[in-house]
């Protein structure tokens, strides 16, 4: 079994023990009661939302895999020098400041705590019939993608530790894992960050429930995983803020056009 084996499996797990803990600790236990044909009508209600988040995961990869080198070698320029001329090296000067510690806990809030609440969250708004949360998710990160799809296209901006060698803080503390990271996304894709946009956008999704434990989490994972990508030297400052800047958006134009709709069925 070679190392990339390993840590996929040490990485399944911790998905599996943060599970159980979300499913004993912070999960009303009555929505896991339902019989099958209870759980097949709480899908059936929600398929388009499981049928928009299932196109936009599937295009992603296949936008990494096939669609991204192409167009990264039609543009032939890395945007990243004008980036960094316009910030220096205020992100990349964080390296100086890693420590084991302090970077193996943001390299597994970053590899393996965001994948879990990636797909855990549209999971919980299915079996706890969360149709709001779900709806905001689903058509969020529709739109999220949308507007970022041209940047990631058009706009190649290699990231930070990588455009200014400082070594990976993902491979030394998880041999290989990049060989794994970088299959889910490339080293150019970096403007708006989808890290901070998908967390803030999962966060208040899940303020949407009345589950206050687990929306503490998700905000906190929100935070945690945006200090991960400014201290682990990923994303540039201009990724994180138009990452938020579209989450936020986003938020805001979902916010008026279901309070609208829902006026408009009351009348």
Known sequence: MDKIQIWLIIIGLIQIILFVKAVIFLSPKKIYKKT???????????????????????????????????????????????????????????????????????????????????????????????????????????LIYIVALPFYLFLPITNVYVFNNLGSALESTIPTVENFFYAVTTENNCLPSLHTAMTIMIAYSMSLTKNKKLTYLTYFIMITVIIAIIYLAIHWIVDIVTGALLATAVIFILRYTMKKKEMEQTK
């Open 36 to 142: 099958i044909k209870e759980y097949y009508g709480l899908f059936k209600k929600n398929i388009i939302p499981i049928a928009i988040i299932l196109c936009v995961v599937i295009f992603h990869l296949v936008e990494v895999k096939l669609i991204d080198p192409i167009t990264t070698e039609m543009v032939g320029t890395d945007f990243a020098p004008t980036i960094k001329s316009l910030e220096g090296n205020i992100i990349a000067s964080f390296s100086q400041y890693w420590t084991p510690i302090v970077v193996s806990f943001f390299v597994l809030m970053y590899i393996a705590v965001y994948p879990f609440i990636l797909w855990f969250s549209p999971l919980y708004f299915l079996i706890a019939d969360e149709k709001k949360a779900m709806k905001t998710l689903a058509y969020g990160l529709l």
